[in-house]
């Protein structure tokens, strides 16, 4: 007896989900009001160990979340499924063991997760192949990133360098270093605070640059292509 394919007709396919359906718009609005989430917390919490495993868990949340939104999985890439895994148990940890190395371990995963993120954001968004106010939310994205990602290098400067990160003589709480990153970024140039290492001078200077560039060369043309395709009136 020969083999019969049935073929479902084409009114009973399943429709995409909700769900399903908001991941596949590259909307990075919501992924934008979670990296405010992250934000806010790093500005307010307190600068204690429960608060740093709480901050790195709102980042492999808002990392997953931008996958789901670029529409890829976290299991399609090894070093993104690695890192999620690897910062979900150094958050953990730290809630148990009190350490240094522990400590540096987990800002370091957290600034590479920061890092992630971006990349993440950033291809999703030229993978949609047009300027629109998607793209918009998603430069806004990187843009705020950048500063939580310089946050978290100085974090790690201040836990391995011997001495105080600041020229002030502390190495300041998280939600200081985070005001300090986003003075630098946005090169207000108050100048309460001032690295006191060649290093920490050398990644202030390298952080006043990429948001100066990034300002004049990404911001500047998605806007530009978003008004020249609007037109006038």
Known sequence: MANRTRTAPAGSRRRPSPLARFHAT??????????????????????????SSVLVLIQTATLVLALRTAGWRVTQSRLVFGLVLVGSSAAAANLVWNANALTALLGLVAGLMTLALALVIALGAVEQGEVNSKSVAGAICVY????????????????????????QGTDGTRALRL????????????????????????????????????????VAVVVTRLSGRRGPG
């Open 144 to 167: 705020v990133l950048l500063g939580m990602l310089f946050m978290f290098a100085y974090g790690v400067l201040a836990v391995v360098t011997h001495g105080p990160f600041f020229a």
């Open 179 to 218: 005001y300090f990153s986003y003075v630098t970024l946005a090169t207000l140039g108050y100048g309460d605070y001032t690295p006191a290492g060649n290093l920490g001078h050398a990644l202030a200077v390298l952080e006043a640059l990429i948001g100066q560039l990034y300002l004049v060369t990404v």
């Open 26 to 51: 590259h909307s990075y609005w919501a992924v934008l009001c979670a990296i405010g989430a992250g934000f806010f917390f790093a500005a307010l919490a307190p600068d204690s160990d429960w608060a």
